[in-house]
């Protein structure tokens, strides 16, 4: 496949929805992602901009929470779209929507594999009363439903996770109106603590699900 083109598809057909404040619903953090290669050659690209933002506004209140994967009606091809729907009142009452592609289904262990082999080793041989584990997600091509089963399908090659107490991921600012930095917690329980961090007044607020 070339990238080119497809980069290009997916920048005019669904890219101009990213962070479109009418797909934003009060409360939550959404991520919509669709497969490298979802949109083909031959069809109308700003109209399936148009049509995925109309079904997506009627749609996306009544989705689940956590992931969940659906079929676009109305299109002249299938296009699947995978919705990540969190519960993020913390972060921005108004909620967040962003989108992107989904990388090949193994590639992200093994970047979680690359990232525990570096970090786990100095964590845990160092004497503290807890351990908690820090990543960082700079971006929105995985949401944080999928980061945690990374950590799960890699644990067992990791045993030094039994040493860590939590794991946490570090969210940088999205939205240039805003300078904050997010953690949000992996492990033990997805979700349960949110924190938002001021990054200029270097205070905390923090949520619980």
């Given amino acids: 496949m070339d990238e080119r083109e497809d980069s290009q598809r997916f ?8 962070q479109d404040l009418s797909l934003c619903l009060p409360g939550h953090y959404v991520t919509i992602s669709t497969e490298v290669g979802a949109v083909p050659k031959g069809v109308d690209w700003t109209q399936v901009c148009g049509s995925l933002r109309t079904w997506l506004q009627a749609h996306l209140p009544s989705f689940p929470e956590g992931t969940s994967r659906h079929k676009v009606p109305g299109l002249p091809f299938e296009l699947l779209v995978t919705v990540e729907k969190t519960v993020n009142e913390v972060f921005r009452p108004a909620g967040y929507f962003f989108v992107a592609r989904s990388l090949p289904s193994d590639s992200l262990d093994d970047v979680m594999k690359v990232a525990l ?5 100095k964590l845990v041989g160092t004497h503290a009363d807890r351990c908690i584990l820090l990543l ?10 999928r980061l945690r089963k990374a950590i799960d399908n890699v644990r067992p090659e990791f045993p030094q996770l039994a040493h860590v107490d939590e794991i946490w991921v570090a969210v940088t600012p999205a939205w240039e109106t805003e300078s904050v930095i997010w953690f949000y917690e992996l492990c033990p329980k997805l979700g349960r603590r949110r924190l938002k961090v001021p990054a200029q007044v270097g205070s905390v607020t923090s949520g619980n699900a």
């Fill in 11 to 18: 920048l005019t057909a669904i890219a101009p929805l990213d």
């Fill in 117 to 121: 082999a570096r970090k786990l080793p």
């Fill in 136 to 145: 960082e997600k700079a971006d929105v091509v995985h949401g944080f439903a």
